[in-house]
T-cell receptor, first 113, second 115 residues
Framework: AQSVTQLDSHVSVSEGTPVLLRCNYS??????LFWYVQHPNKGLQLLLK??????LVKGINGFEAEFKKSETSFHLTKPSAHMSDAAEYFC???????????FGSGTQLTVLP | DTAVSQTPKYLVTQMGNDKSIKCEQN?????MYWYKQDSKKFLKIMFS???????INETVPNRFSPKSPDKAHLNLHINSLELGDSAVYFC??????????????FGPGTRLLVL
């Protein structure tokens, strides 16, 4: 079965500093992986997805993630945090018969002025 | 135009009542989903329909009944509401059956509070 573990439930950074949100996956084969973002009282929006075409994936709003098979990781990064990045971030993997998404527990990102 | 819309946005009701949440997508997608997000932000799939046919039915009390009148709509009816049903319910859709590379598009959520 496929699963993801988000290593930090809360991350706090200062505006203008780098962001690192960590995700490790468990899969019996090379998975596809997604990062979704949920702003307060909003729905979920796809940030980026890994589909085995390239290990470094660029997403919206300056975010990117690197798939590292040797470390079974798919960490989300951004060089410089903006106040508008404050949100909940979910690492996601298709599972079951690949017909459903399994969400990580989420990481709450706080951006301090 | 809103791609995936849900109504109502907020729902406050008493225990024991029956309520429905509606979802519509204008993306022309074939597959729709219902997810439940609990107070700890944990998201779990409840149901999935493909071309009006139920394809995923997770372990959900049978008080929850999805209904898909057409490909663009997937409604969720809940009978005999309980306190534990309080959560945010998200509708989503995807072009095909969510596979390894399929992107799901989410609605804004319905915040249900059972008193």
């Amino acid at each position: 079965a496929q699963s993801v573990t988000q290593l930090d439930s809360h991350v706090s950074v200062s505006e203008g500093t780098p962001v690192l949100l960590r995700c490790n996956y468990s899969s019996s084969y090379s998975p596809s992986l997604f990062w979704y973002v949920q702003h307060p009282n909003k729905g979920l929006q796809l940030l980026l997805k890994y589909t085995s075409a390239a290990t470094l994936v660029k997403g919206i709003n300056g975010f990117e993630a690197e798939f590292k098979k040797s470390e079974t990781s798919f960490h989300l990064t951004k060089p410089s945090a903006h106040m508008s990045d404050a949100a909940e971030y979910f690492c996601v993997v298709p599972s079951g018969s690949a017909r459903q998404l399994t969400f990580g527990s989420g990481t709450q990102l706080t951006v301090l002025p | 135009d809103t791609a995936v819309s849900q109504t109502p946005k907020y729902l406050v009701t008493q225990m024991g009542n029956d309520k429905s949440i509606k979802c519509e997508q204008n993306l022309g997608h074939d597959t729709m989903y219902w997810y439940k997000q609990d107070s700890k932000k944990f998201l779990k799939i409840m149901f999935s329909y493909n071309n009006k046919e139920l394809i995923i039915n997770e372990t959900v009390p049978n008080r929850f009944s999805p209904k898909s009148p057409d490909k663009a709509h997937l409604n969720l009816h809940i009978n005999s509401l309980e306190l534990g049903d309080s959560a945010v319910y998200f509708c989503a859709s995807s072009q095909g059956v969510a596979g390894r590379y399929e992107t799901q598009y989410f609605g804004p959520g319905t915040r249900l509070l059972v008193l």
